[in-house]
C-alpha cells in the first residue's frame, strides 16, 4: 500500500510538458505561452486622439474659459480609420474623432464638451495643455519590446494584446489530447438500454466532461469489452493521438481484470493499492515511443471521479505547462456542518455540499453511488489518521470541476 | 448620466431566459437542467456485488474464522457482463466479481482477500452478515424518482448520473449565441499589418474570448466599416443566429458614430452615459421580432472588456438560467498594496494584479492601455463616492475572466 503523495508524486515526476505548438491567437485561449511575444508594432501605432473633439495648437487656446472663449477655423475632419497625414497649422483646428491620427503640428485636443461643437468655426470654451487627450505613439507598448513572458495563460485581455501588437499566431503549449476509453463486458452505450447485468457506460462520459472541465481535449473511446486483445489494439490505434490515456475498470483483484493483465506485461507500469477511500486501485505508466502516460482509474464511478481530481487533473495542468493553482481548483477550506466518520489509515473523500464554507455529506458514499455524487460540490479530504470528524471541524475540501459554472 | 447599477438593472430585467432545447448529455456539459429528470432504470439495475470474491448464503460461513475456516465448493464464475441469472444453492459458493449480478438466492459476498482464492473449492477465513459486499439494485436511484431537479448546472458527476439512469439526452437552458462585431474604418483583421491610421481588430478577439470564457457560444464578424447600410445589413444578418449581440465602437460622441446612429433609429435602444470609469458610453436594447439583446460597448478596449464583465457576462448567464454566483466570477475581497486616486461620481474599474489578497496597480489605467490590461488580474471597483484609496484599504475586486486557467 503507497499512499497518495507517493502516487502523485510518481506520476508528477513522470510527466513533462507538451512539446509547444504554434496556434492562432483565439485558438490559444486558456494556454499558456511556450516563449516570451515581442510587439511587432507599438501601440499605438502612431499618435491619435483619445477623445471626439478638436485638435489644436495648445498655445493657440492658452486664453481660453467660458467667459472669453477662443473661436478657431475648422478647417478638416479626421475619423478614426483616416489613412492620410495631415498637417495642422498654427490658428487652425481639425475635428478628430477618437483613435485619429493627430495631424501634423498640433499638440492637444480640446474634448467637444468643451467647445460650441461648430464644423466650420469652433469656440473653445477650456484651455488644454500640450499632450492634454493625445495618446503618443508606443506609449502602450514598443515595437521589440517584450509584451507577454513565457508561461503566462492566454485569457481575452492577453489574446487582444497579442493582437493589436501584430501577432497572429504564438507558440503555446498545447491543450492536452486526452483518450478516455472504458472497459468491461458488462457496458452498453448512452442511450441503450442495459439487460440484465449489463450497465451503461456512464464512466467515460464522466471523464470526457471532467477532462473538458479542466480544459483539455477529449476523445472518447467509450467502452471497450474485457478482451485482452481488442484492449490491446484498442491503445494502440490511441496512441497517435494521445498525450494522456485514461482508461476506467480492470485494475482491481478481479479475475478478469483485463487493464492489469494488459498492461502489466508493459514494462513501465505499475499497479498500486493506495491508501485512499474510494479509489484504491490504481495504475499509471507510460506507453509507446512517445511515453504517452496512462492512468488506469478503478471502474466504480466515484472511485474513477475522484481518482481523476486526485491524480488526473494535477498531471494534465502539469502537461499544459500550468504552475499548480493555490485557488480554484485547488483546495479549499471548509467546516463540517455535521459528524461523520473516517477510516483509519486511508485518506477519505468524502462527498459533500457547501452552503458557503460548511460542508454536509451529499449522502450515500458507497463509490457506486452516483446519486450522492452528483449531489456533492465538493469533495472534503480527511487525512489518514483522523477517523472522526466533528460538527465545527475544519476541512480541506476539493471543489469538483465543472461545479462553478459560467 | 446613470449609475451603473441602474444600467445593469435594466438589462437584467430585459433579458429574458433562452427557452429550453433538447441535447445529448455530453453536449449539456456547463448548462442549466430546464425541467426535472426522472431515472428511466433503477441504479443498480440490479443486486450486484461490491468486491471481487465469493457469491454466499452468510448463514453457511457464520462459523468461519482463520482457525477454523468454511470450505466449499466453486460451482461457477461470474464476471462483470454476465446476462444469465444463476442460482446459488445452500452450501455452494460461486466466484463473483465486482459489479456482477448476485446469484439468486445468495445473500453475501466475501472479499477474496479474505479467502485462499481457490476456484474448484474456497477456504472462506472470515465470517460476512448477510447484506455484506452487496449492493441491492435501487439503493442509489429507483426508477421513475427525480434524479435531478430543474435549474441544476451539468457538471462532470450530473451527466454521469443522468447516462447511468438511462437518459441520453436532456432539455437545457442551452448556452448563448453570441454575436461579436466590431466597427470602424480604422480596423485591420487579425494578421494583417496596419497601415497610417489603422488598428487590429483586437476587440473582437477580445470579446470572442470573453464569451467563451463565460461559458456561452461566440461567433465572430469582426470589423465592420463605419457604414450604415453596411452596418445595418450586418446587424439584420446576424439576428437570426444570434441570442445576443456584441459590438464595439461607434457610441460616444463623434461625428461618425455609426453604431449610435443607426441603432438610434430602432425604438428600443438606449444611448446614455454611465457614470462609470472606463466605459462612459453605453447602449442597450433590443432588436428584431425575437427581440435579441444588443449590447452596443464602447470601442476602446479597457473600455470594452470591462463593460463586458459588469453588464454583458451577468445579462448571458442570466440567459443561461444561471443564478448569479457569489463565487467566482463575482466579487472577491482584496486590500490595497499601494495608494492610488479615483475620479468623483464615477464608479471606477482599476487593473490590479492580485498577490494573493494584496491588490497592486497593473499599470497605465488609459482606457487604450491593453499592456496593462494584460498583466491585470482583476479589475478593483472603486464607488462613485470615494476619490482616494490608501494603501491598506479594503477593495471589492473583479476577477477577470478567463484567468484562472485549468
Not at 492562432?24 to 477623445?51: E, H, W, Y
Not at 493582437?163 to 472497459?183: D, E, K, N, Y
Not at 494522456?244 to 493483465?261: L, N
Request: charged fraction near 20%; include cysteine.
Amino acid at each position: 500500500m503507497i499512499s497518495v503523495e507517493q502516487h502523485l508524486d510518481r506520476i508528477l515526476s513522470t510527466v513533462t510538458v507538451i512539446p509547444p505548438f504554434e496556434l492562432g491567437v483565439l485558438d490559444a485561449q486558456g494556454c499558456i505561452l511556450a516563449a516570451d511575444v515581442q510587439a511587432r508594432g507599438s501601440l499605438p501605432g502612431f499618435t491619435n486622439s483619445a477623445m471626439d473633439g478638436y485638435a489644436v495648437h495648445a498655445s493657440d487656446i492658452a486664453t481660453a474659459s467660458a467667459e472669453s472663449p477662443v473661436t478657431l477655423p475648422v478647417v478638416n475632419d479626421i475619423a478614426a480609420g483616416n489613412t492620410k497625414p495631415w498637417s495642422l497649422a498654427s490658428g487652425q483646428t481639425m475635428r478628430i474623432m477618437t483613435g485619429a491620427p493627430m495631424p501634423h503640428g498640433a499638440d492637444a485636443v480640446v474634448p467637444v464638451e468643451a467647445t460650441d461643437g461648430g464644423v466650420v468655426r469652433v469656440q473653445i470654451r477650456e484651455r488644454r495643455s500640450v499632450g492634454a487627450h493625445v495618446r503618443e505613439v508606443g506609449e502602450d507598448v514598443e515595437a521589440g519590446n517584450v509584451v507577454l513572458r513565457r508561461g503566462t495563460l492566454l485569457g481575452p485581455g492577453q489574446i487582444a494584446l497579442l493582437a493589436a501588437a501584430g501577432i497572429a499566431r504564438v507558440r503555446v503549449v498545447p491543450r492536452p489530447r486526452v483518450v478516455v476509453i472504458s472497459t468491461g463486458d458488462e457496458l452498453v452505450e448512452v442511450g441503450r438500454t442495459p439487460g440484465f447485468g449489463q450497465i451503461v457506460d456512464s464512466n467515460s462520459v464522466m471523464l470526457t466532461a471532467a477532462v473538458t472541465a479542466v480544459g483539455a481535449t477529449p476523445f472518447r473511446v467509450g467502452g471497450v469489452p474485457d478482451d485482452a486483445r481488442t484492449l490491446m489494439e484498442t491503445l494502440e490505434g490511441q496512441l497517435v493521438r494521445a498525450d494522456a490515456i485514461i482508461t476506467t475498470g480492470g485494475v482491481s483483484m478481479g479475475a478478469f481484470d483485463t487493464v492489469k493483465e494488459v498492461l502489466s506485461r508493459v514494462g513501465t507500469m505499475r499497479f498500486d493499492k493506495v491508501a485512499m477511500r474510494p479509489g484504491m486501485p490504481q495504475g499509471f505508466g507510460v506507453l509507446g515511443d512517445e511515453r504517452v502516460p496512462v492512468f488506469t482509474l478503478p471502474g466504480n464511478p466515484v472511485s474513477a471521479l475522484v481518482s481523476f481530481h486526485v491524480f488526473v487533473a494535477p498531471a494534465l495542468r502539469a502537461m499544459a505547462g500550468r504552475p499548480e493553482p493555490s485557488y480554484p481548483p485547488g483546495y479549499v477550506p471548509a467546516v463540517a456542518a455535521e459528524p461523520f466518520g473516517s477510516v483509519e489509515g486511508k485518506m477519505e473523500f468524502v462527498r459533500v455540499i457547501l452552503d458557503d464554507d460548511r460542508a454536509r455529506l451529499a449522502g450515500g458514499q458507497g463509490s457506486h453511488m452516483l446519486g450522492a455524487l452528483a449531489a456533492a460540490d465538493a469533495l472534503a479530504v480527511i487525512p489518514e489518521d483522523v477517523t472522526e470528524v466533528a460538527a465545527g471541524d475544519e476541512l480541506m475540501c476539493l471543489p469538483l470541476l465543472g461545479r462553478e459554472g459560467m
